[in-house]
């Protein structure tokens, strides 16, 4: 049988552990703070780092780029 989707990659989430400068950890809890006012739900900063991280590596051209020629 033959699907339109082919079959899902791996979305098993590897942990890191990252250290931050403290001017940086506040920001994040800053942004956390900022998120639950708007949207009404709390979020830890390190939920919301690896959306914020995505969004930076997705919109970044220049990485795009660089990894479309990698990938030849």
């Given at each position: 049988?033959?699907?339109?989707?082919?079959?899902?990659?791996?979305?098993?989430?590897?942990?890191?552990s990252?250290?931050?400068?403290?001017?940086?950890?506040?920001?994040?809890?800053d942004?956390?703070?900022?998120?639950?006012?708007?949207?009404?739900?709390?979020?830890?900063?390190?939920?919301?780092?690896?959306?914020?991280?995505?969004?930076?590596?997705?919109?970044?051209?220049?990485?795009?780029?660089a990894?479309?020629?990698?990938?030849?």
């Open positions: 049988m033959s699907l339109r989707i082919g079959q899902l990659p791996d979305r098993t989430p590897v942990k890191l990252v250290s931050v400068e403290p001017d940086l950890a506040c920001a994040l809890a942004y956390a703070a900022i998120y639950a006012e708007t949207y009404g739900a709390q979020e830890k900063p390190e939920t919301l780092v690896p959306v914020m991280l995505e969004m930076f590596l997705s919109s970044d051209a220049a990485a795009k780029k990894g479309a020629k990698l990938a030849r």
